[in-house]
């Protein structure tokens, strides 16, 4: 076979961006590369088996998981060949391709490294064997003249993976088409350009709110569900808590430790120990703030190495008590040796209170706490209470899925009656909830690797489903503890077609609700008739956060006012400041995706404030909340005109960085430094002004005294400096008064430091975009907060600057260089420092282009290399300043505006 066979062609119309892509996909072709980004429910399958059958070469397609593998192979025979039977020319064995192949990113890693693989939950389902080789890999590709590379979901870069797909790539130099809806922005500037040796330069990039406009995704919105820990659950923690605390209180009035660190030498002789301390600077400091806490006296020699000239020590607290556990007991085991009993006796107690996991050390942010709220119980109820809501508004037309992390199977029994206490998450755990307490008779079903469970109304259709599969004689029995519920046992004969079977059954209504493993459903999984969702895990990663929410945001063409409501499940932590661990990978997952906002004048954004939740601190009232929220998930009809609304006021979705009020670095000193230069220059003016007056004035009393006549040449010398002097002074007041005024707006100062680092990136060739194309756009919000982003470029580009102008305006880490700027005052005299960015910092000549840049901008600065002694002493200062402002966040912000 050399081609595809003629007439094959897509049974339906193209979407507008469809057929605008594709008509432009040659000119993208032009490098033998091809990269698409946009969201799930773009279409992306559908335009990579197009340009497949325009290139007209034997192709080989990699998808992430087997599940993602079959949905290509039924797309195609669906959508392109219009039959159900898979010709004998589609292969899904990597060992022996077909004219068209389709295989997993870890399928092809096994089959060139002589790895045996076995399918589990937890590793994307690849049931793949082989005892294969590089060598014959590549020889069987290249004997059946593969010359097309698909990868869908591109991001998968495993570096193992990549390693074995680069070497392909490599070898046989094919046409290579790259399909994601997420690229990683987030990964570091070396994994990015692995990612773009793979997949090329991205060419086509799509958003949410351009395939809204287009009718491409159904109007959609984030929910929160709050739920509280049960009274056994809450007593656990408050028992947690009070752990905490007595082993606070106990370290507080610790005499061996406190012996321990008087009697160390870094306290006694710091000055002999410098290189130690740069490398420990959080121990060292720890012990600072411990013997300060103690009463003891603090020499004046720690804070000149610290340069710290306030002599200022923090409040000893549970952040430095972490810091000293983890010193004590594993930075330095040898100056405190001697003290060895004692370590081991207070270790030993951490890790029973489960202070300490893998010399970790953390009172209120580890596993063991984490555990009890990612998987309280009252998670559970709620489940179930959403499920009861969206069921009394939709009824018949419920169409649910349920995401969890884990099935939990041994809350299945053989047993005529399951009664097992539910006391973890999982998709049995969940299933066993909803079943117990099902007046209505929901049709429920769960979907994992390992097991199907189907209601009894479904059997039929199962079978049916089955028999056009040529699939007979499947295992099938009655739950022994409910009659009304069937288990499917998985055997090899339907492993690969279960997946799409359960999922027909369920876009048919024969399931409402689905319960499954993100691992099986999270990534591909494709129901366009799916109108709920409930992640009742928590995966926070910038990919697969997006992916697990793209199930419900698809349109469903047999229902064109389809809309989408996505719950997310927390446990609030009432006794911690900021809501807990929970709460906090909530709000993190919503910094990975735009969504609409909750308010009178609603917007698109991503962040988790745009669903305007206000909880009280002192009340937490959630059930009003939750109610709040209920009233949002009934009001579909509103949720639509409130996407027209915020769509109709952008036509683009910028990336912007959002810097808290007082937070940008160094503004507020160099603001009185350029006013301090006002005054000096203002000085100047007066001095000239007063000899100028001395020659008109005083020369004129002097001329009245012949034996003093001869001073009239003091004068006019006297009036020629004035002159000068004022020219000078004032052009040097009129500069220093220009840049105090830049200074005192902080947006102003944000897009200066901009264009530095855009400049930079452009001379690195980082961004390729010609200048006059960019902009920087700088302003400040409500909450006076300074906002910034990039006009103009690629997504790629735009979020390369952010990056970058975050390295250079956060706490200082770890720079290779730094810029010094030097600041005088009369006799006054100060430096100011600031972080030369890593993609700067690699070379010196890079390096150096920064700096000149810099001072083009702002004043001349010295390049300070912090890998010399003197540069190590400044940068510890630094980063001891960094480690009293730990507190500094930087926001990355998603908009939709003009």
């Not at 290139?55 to 195609?76: G, M, S, Y």
């Not at 008109?696 to 003091?714: L, N, P, Q, R, Y």
Request: charged residues 25%; glycine residues 4%; hydrophobic residues 40%.
């Amino acid at each position: 076979m050399n081609s595809f066979p003629k007439d094959l062609k897509f049974k339906y119309n193209w979407r507008k961006y469809q057929k605008t892509f594709l008509d432009n996909a040659k000119d993208y072709l032009s490098d033998n590369h091809l990269h698409i980004v946009a969201p799930p429910g773009s279409g992306k399958t559908i335009l990579g088996l197009e340009v497949m059958l325009r290139l007209n070469k034997p192709t080989l397609i990699v998808a992430p998981t087997l599940a993602i593998r079959n949905q290509w192979v039924h797309r195609f025979c669906e959508l392109f060949l219009d039959q159900e039977n898979v010709p004998d020319w589609i292969s899904t064995d990597i060992k022996n391709p077909g004219f068209v192949t389709v295989t997993t990113y870890q399928g092809i890693h096994s089959a060139c490294n002589n790895i045996k693989e076995n399918e589990t939950e937890n590793e994307n389902l690849d049931e793949i064997s082989f005892d294969g080789n590089l060598s014959s890999v590549l020889k069987n590709l290249k004997k059946q003249k593969i010359g097309t590379f698909i990868l869908d979901e591109a991001h998968h870069l495993k570096n193992a993976w990549w390693k074995s797909l680069i070497e392909l790539k490599t070898k046989i130099n094919p046409t290579l088409v790259a399909l994601t809806a997420t690229p990683p922005f987030d990964v570091s500037i070396a994994e990015w350009q692995k990612y773009i040796q793979l997949n090329g330069n991205v060419n086509v990039e799509i958003s949410v709110p351009e395939l809204m406009i287009e009718g491409d995704l159904c109007p959609h919105q984030d929910l929160v569900y709050f739920t509280l820990p049960t009274k056994a659950e809450q007593n656990k923690i408050e028992n947690y808590y009070q752990h905490a605390k007595d082993f606070f209180e106990e370290i507080k009035n610790d005499k061996v430790l406190l012996h321990a660190l008087e009697n160390h030498p870094v306290y006694r002789n710091p000055e002999l120990y410098l290189d130690w301390i740069y490398e420990n600077l959080s121990s060292y400091t720890s012990g600072l703030v411990y013997l300060n806490f103690r009463r003891k006296k603090i020499e004046d020699i720690h804070f000149e190495i610290v340069g710290d000239q306030q002599k200022f020590v923090p409040h000893f607290d549970f952040f430095w008590l972490e810091e000293l556990i983890d010193f004590y007991l594993f930075v330095d085991e040898i100056n405190f040796k001697q003290f060895e009993k004692h370590r081991t006796n207070l270790e030993n107690r951490l890790r029973r209170n489960g202070f300490l996991e893998k010399k970790m050390v953390s009172f209120f942010n580890n596993k063991n706490l984490t555990q009890i709220f990612n998987s309280s119980i009252g998670k559970l109820q709620g489940i179930k209470e959403v499920v009861d809501f969206e069921y009394s508004i939709l009824r018949d037309n419920l169409k649910m899925v349920i995401l969890t992390d884990f099935i939990k199977k041994e809350f299945l029994t053989n047993n005529i009656q399951n009664n097992f206490e539910l006391d973890k998450i999982g998709a049995i755990s969940i299933f066993e909830k909803l079943r117990r307490e099902n007046p209505d008779k929901k049709k429920i079903g769960v979907l994992t690797g390992s097991i199907v469970i189907i209601p009894k109304t479904s059997k039929n259709i199962f079978i049916e489903f089955c028999n056009k599969k040529e699939i007979f004689n499947v295992s099938i029995s009655e739950l022994p503890y409910d009659k009304d519920y069937f288990l499917i046992n998985i055997t090899d004969q339907v492993r690969h077609d279960i997946v799409h079977m359960i999922t027909e059954i369920f876009q048919c209504g024969e399931i409402q609700i689905l319960i499954g493993t993100k691992s099986l459903l999270g990534e591909g999984w494709d129901a366009p008739k799916m109108n709920s969702l409930i992640l009742a895990s928590f995966v926070s990663s910038f990919v697969l956060s997006n992916q697990m929410r793209g199930r419900v945001i698809r349109t469903d063409k047999d229902n064109p006012h389809k809309t989408g409501n996505i719950w997310h499940l927390v446990c609030f932590d009432e006794k911690s400041e900021n809501g807990g661990q929970d709460f906090d990978i909530l709000k993190r997952r919503f910094k990975t995706f735009v969504g609409v906002s909750n308010n009178h004048d609603p917007s698109i954004e991503n962040s988790f404030e745009r669903l305007n939740i206000k909880i009280n601190e002192e009340k937490k009232e959630f059930s009003l909340i939750n109610l709040q929220t209920f009233s949002f998930a009934r009001d579909r009809e509103n949720l639509s005109k409130r996407w027209k609304k915020a769509l109709d006021k952008g036509s683009i979705l910028i990336e912007e960085i959002q810097i808290p009020i007082g937070k940008l670095p160094e503004n507020e000193e160099m603001k009185m430094n350029y006013l301090k230069k006002m005054i000096g220059n203002f000085s100047g003016i007066m001095l000239s002004t007063f000899f100028t007056f001395l020659y008109e004035v005083v020369s004129e009393v002097a001329k009245s005294f012949d034996d003093i006549h001869s001073m009239d040449g003091f004068f006019k010398v006297s009036l020629i400096a004035g002159i000068m002097g004022m020219v000078v002074y004032g052009g040097k007041f009129y500069r220093a008064t220009k840049q105090y005024l830049k200074y005192k707006n902080i947006a102003k100062h944000l897009e200066l430091i901009g264009n530095v680092v855009l400049k930079s990136l452009i001379n690195q060739k980082i961004i390729q975009t010609p200048i006059e194309k960019l902009k920087i756009i700088t302003s400040s919000d409500v909450y006076k907060n300074s906002i910034c982003h990039l006009e103009g470029g690629t997504n790629y580009e735009k979020s390369q600057f952010i990056q970058t102008l975050q390295e250079l305006i956060t706490t200082v880490d770890n720079p290779r260089y730094l810029l010094e700027q030097k600041n005088k005052f009369f006799f006054w005299k100060k430096s100011l420092y600031f972080p030369v960015p890593e993609v700067f910092a690699k070379n010196k000549k890079n390096a150096e282009f920064f700096q000149k840049t810099w001072h083009k901008t702002f004043d001349k600065s010295d390049l300070i290399f912090t890998r010399t002694i003197e540069g190590r002493q400044i940068l510890l200062k630094l980063r001891f300043q960094s480690l009293m402002k730990r507190n500094v966040q930087i926001e990355h912000l998603h908009k939709w505006t003009r």
